[in-house]
């Protein structure tokens, strides 16, 4: 399950490194109003789909995709965001 989740951010992390012509992912991670408006839009996908239980899976994968370039895009670690949350067990 996490593998999924580690193979998204080390795909955005290798077209950082080595673009792709025509890439999605490229072009979220060039264009950060781009992904800033995609990941916006994603979320209010998404909790459309929640109140109106449809497509709630189909959203909340668009939603991590989204955010996990988005946080590429921005330099913001994962291994950051971790260590962040380890922080807050009580």
Same mark, same amino acid.
Do not use: G, Q
């Given at each position: 399950?996490? +593998?999924? $989740? &580690?193979? *998204?951010?080390?795909? @955005? ?7 792709? =012509?025509?890439?999605?992912? +490229? %072009? $979220?991670?060039? !264009?950060?109003?781009?992904?800033? #408006?995609?990941? $916006? /839009? &994603?979320?209010?996908? *998404?909790? /459309? #789909?929640? &109140?109106? !239980? ?6 909340? @994968?668009?939603?991590?995709?989204? $955010?996990?370039?988005?946080? =590429?895009?921005? +330099?913001?670690?994962? &291994? !950051? ?8 067990? %009580?």
């Amino acid at each position: 399950m996490l +593998n999924t $989740l &580690e193979n *998204l951010f080390n795909l @955005a992390r290798e077209r950082k490194k080595f673009p792709k =012509e025509d890439s999605y992912t +490229n %072009k $979220l991670l060039k !264009d950060k109003l781009l992904s800033k #408006a995609k990941i $916006l /839009e &994603e979320i209010n996908e *998404l909790v /459309e #789909a929640v &109140e109106k !239980d449809t497509n709630k899976i189909h959203e909340a @994968a668009d939603v991590f995709y989204h $955010l996990i370039m988005y946080l =590429e895009a921005n +330099n913001i670690k994962i &291994e !950051d965001i971790m260590t962040e949350l380890d922080k807050r067990k %009580k």
